[in-house]
């Protein structure tokens, strides 16, 4: 590889910014995928770009036809990450099992009696409060949010953060009542109608969950929805 095409790619990876390798297998030339531009020495049709971005998208490296080349796409994706904002049950189900599906996993919540390390041994805990919290975080297109406190105190400055940033989901625990007084909460403090019509709430899919866990499915499952619904 050469120096400047690595040197580029090391600087995506450590911006953890979604970037793949193509390389022609036959002439053993590179080039940089990134925002579904090419750099590099390989030439990409507008179809083989096209499939090679979507491999980006599926985080599934493999081979693409372009123009009788066989071109090798490796994959370079930052980790997913889940911030959960509210150490309650639902978040005791749902982290463990977004770990498992790939996802590095956040938990924001200040009240410190829910966010032990006894309660989440398993992921990243924050105490910060949540709008400093998500500052931070700073999610990116690879992020999902979900808030699950029910108090406005702790959910809205976590939405408001969450609304106006890349992230690919933004889910919010309650019921329709709840989330038509939150709509009207976060409209009063500056949102927009486009941004609130990302918040997913209530969140989650309709399965009629009720368990912790049946919720924590619902809501894996509408953020794998979301996800995947322009990668098949």
Do not use: C
Not at 69 to 92: C, D, E, T
Not at 124 to 140: G, I
């Amino acid at each position: 590889m050469k120096t400047e095409l690595l040197a580029k790619l090391q600087e995506a990876r450590a911006a953890k910014r979604p970037v793949a390798l193509a390389t022609d297998l036959a002439s053993g030339a590179q080039a940089l995928l990134e925002s579904g531009e090419t750099i590099g020495d390989v030439a990409l049709a507008d179809d083989a770009l096209a499939a090679a971005m979507k491999m980006l998208d599926r985080d599934e490296s493999g081979t693409v036809e372009a123009e009788g080349r066989k071109i090798f796409v490796q994959v370079h994706n930052p980790p997913s990450r889940l911030i959960i904002v509210g150490a309650v049950h639902i978040a005791q189900a749902l982290a463990p099992m977004a770990s498992l599906m790939g996802y590095a996993v956040t938990i924001v919540d200040p009240r410190r009696a829910f966010a032990t390390d006894a309660r989440f041994p398993t992921v990243t805990l924050s105490d910060d409060w949540p709008d400093e919290a998500m500052q931070k975080l700073d999610p990116d297109r690879r992020t999902a949010v979900v808030t699950l406190t029910h108090d406005p105190k702790l959910d809205d400055p976590a939405l408001t953060v969450a609304l106006r940033s890349p992230a690919f989901y933004v889910g919010s625990l309650g019921s329709r009542r709840t989330h038509a007084k939150r709509l009207e909460r976060l409209k009063e403090q500056g949102l927009t109608d486009a941004e609130l019509a990302r918040i997913h709430g209530p969140v989650g899919l309709n399965i009629n969950a009720i368990s912790p866990a049946e919720i924590a499915v619902s809501i894996l499952g509408q953020i794998t929805e979301v996800r995947r619904k322009d990668a098949k």
